[in-house]
């Protein structure tokens, strides 16, 4: 999925679920940020203070990293949470290990990553975690058929659209952006090689994977699937009745998902904030932005600087800095990451530390 979903429509969720407009706001813009936070490593203090960020993402196409982009410690967590065959712990899919680590809507895993995450909303980033868990949540059913590593699974064949007219794209946007050397690479990391058809919400789509298996998708079945059990997630989180979303928001949200029938995720954004600002969901009117990087930005408010990569010799200490959105995400990241790889994940035979 993307900014469109992760972004305007966990707000408008979070809002359905019974978050003030200022926790969904954290909510919906740290499931965002998922994809936005590219650097990691060290920053420093000009006092001898530091601190250590992580990347929750890499850039899909950055092609002259390529131990980046197999980096399971990041695209396994964060953006293609195993699904054990849909399998509870302690059962095992028929197949090889590769079975283990495809996604599934709705796995058990994931279940045990809200749990954990509920476990622990008392936390200072307790609601920066849940937009993080909000993002490989519903990334669930974006995501599911394809693996966060580098594996024949993850190549698809024979796209064709909802009237069965194949995908001429595809060979063309390959051929274009790689070499020879990076075509038997790249394009088997996670939906690759399905280009953005796993993230659109008005997409009907097929195509063949990698085990010659034919796979029919529906992603405006799927999607509407994902935000109301992410609603039961929240209404959990808030220790209220698991009623999902009502009738009404599920018809306007579906109502978006084939409205907005752009591909690119940036506009469909922008109609969603302009649906929440006047007040289409019912929800209250409310002007939501949000900056990824640079003035106005999380990192701008934590640390005074503008720049998106890269950064200053030292930064100047300030006493916000510690209860800083931009400190609290990577806390609640870091925490995610490791229970995720080092708790959940072991307790269905799967290894990927």
């Given at each position: 999925?993307?900014?469109?979903?992760?972004?305007?429509?966990?707000?408008?969720?979070?809002?359905?679920?019974?978050?003030?407009?200022?926790?969904?706001?954290?909510?919906?813009?740290?499931?965002?940020?998922?994809?936005?936070?590219?650097?990691?490593?060290?920053?420093?203090?000009?006092?001898?203070?530091?601190?250590?960020?992580?990347?929750?993402?890499?850039?899909?196409?950055?092609?002259?990293?390529?131990?980046?982009?197999?980096?399971?410690?990041?695209?396994?967590?964060?953006?293609?949470?195993?699904?054990?065959?849909?399998?509870?712990?302690?059962?095992?899919?028929?197949?090889?290990?590769?079975?283990?680590?495809?996604?599934?809507?709705?796995?058990?895993?994931?279940?045990?990553?809200?749990?954990?995450?509920?476990?622990?909303?008392?936390?200072?980033?307790?609601?920066?975690?849940?937009?993080?868990?909000?993002?490989?949540?519903?990334?669930?059913?974006?995501?599911?058929?394809?693996?966060?590593?580098?594996?024949?699974?993850?190549?698809?064949?024979?796209?064709?659209?909802?009237?069965?007219?194949?995908?001429?794209?595809?060979?063309?946007?390959?051929?274009?952006?790689f070499s020879n050397i990076f075509q038997d690479d790249i394009p088997s990391l996670g939906h690759g090689q399905a280009l953005s058809n796993p993230d659109l919400p008005h997409q009907e789509w097929?195509?063949?994977?990698?085990?010659?298996?034919?796979?029919?998708?529906?992603?405006?079945?799927?999607?509407?699937?994902?935000?109301?059990?992410?609603?039961?997630?929240?209404?959990?989180?808030?220790?209220?009745?698991?009623?999902?979303?009502?009738?009404?928001?599920?018809?306007?949200?579906?109502?978006?998902?084939?409205?907005?029938?752009?591909?690119?995720?940036?506009?469909?954004?922008?109609?969603?904030?302009?649906?929440?600002?006047?007040?289409?969901?019912?929800?209250?009117?409310?002007?939501?932005?949000?900056?990824?990087?640079?003035?106005?930005?999380?990192?701008?408010?934590?640390?005074?600087?503008?720049?998106?990569?890269?950064?200053?010799?030292?930064?100047?200490?300030?006493?916000?800095?510690?209860?800083?959105?931009?400190?609290?995400?990577?806390?609640?990241?870091?925490?995610?990451?490791?229970?995720?790889?080092?708790?959940?994940?072991?307790?269905?035979?799967?290894?990927?530390?």
């Amino acid at each position: 999925m993307q900014i469109d979903l992760h972004h305007g429509m966990t707000w408008v969720i979070a809002r359905a679920a019974g978050f003030s407009v200022e926790e969904a706001t954290i909510i919906a813009h740290a499931s965002q940020y998922v994809d936005d936070a590219t650097n990691y490593g060290h920053i420093e203090f000009s006092n001898g203070a530091a601190y250590e960020r992580i990347a929750t993402a890499h850039k899909m196409l950055d092609y002259k990293n390529l131990d980046s982009l197999k980096n399971m410690k990041v695209w396994v967590p964060f953006h293609f949470l195993p699904g054990n065959g849909g399998l509870p712990a302690g059962q095992n899919p028929s197949g090889t290990f590769i079975k283990k680590l495809v996604c599934k809507p709705g796995s058990y895993i994931s279940k045990d990553m809200i749990d954990e995450c509920i476990a622990e909303k008392n936390r200072p980033y307790g609601l920066h975690r849940l937009g993080i868990t909000s993002h490989v949540f519903i990334d669930t059913w974006g995501h599911q058929g394809f693996a966060g590593v580098n594996h024949d699974v993850n190549k698809v064949e024979n796209i064709l659209d909802r009237n069965g007219h194949p995908e001429l794209e595809l060979t063309e946007r390959i051929s274009g952006f790689f070499s020879n050397i990076f075509q038997d690479d790249i394009p088997s990391l996670g939906h690759g090689q399905a280009l953005s058809n796993p993230d659109l919400p008005h997409q009907e789509w097929s195509y063949t994977n990698g085990l010659g298996e034919e796979v029919v998708r529906n992603n405006t079945v799927d999607f509407l699937i994902a935000a109301n059990e992410l609603c039961k997630a929240y209404q959990r989180y808030l220790d209220i009745e698991e009623n999902g979303l009502p009738e009404e928001l599920k018809l306007m949200i579906s109502k978006c998902f084939t409205e907005f029938d752009m591909n690119d995720g940036e506009a469909r954004h922008k109609l969603w904030l302009e649906a929440i600002e006047n007040d289409r969901f019912n929800l209250g009117a409310y002007t939501l932005d949000y900056i990824a990087k640079g003035e106005g930005s999380w990192k701008h408010q934590a640390l005074g600087t503008t720049l998106a990569n890269g950064d200053e010799d030292k930064y100047e200490f300030t006493a916000d800095f510690m209860t800083s959105n931009w400190k609290y995400f990577h806390d609640a990241a870091k925490k995610h990451k490791l229970t995720i790889i080092d708790d959940i994940l072991p307790q269905y035979g799967i290894c990927v530390g």
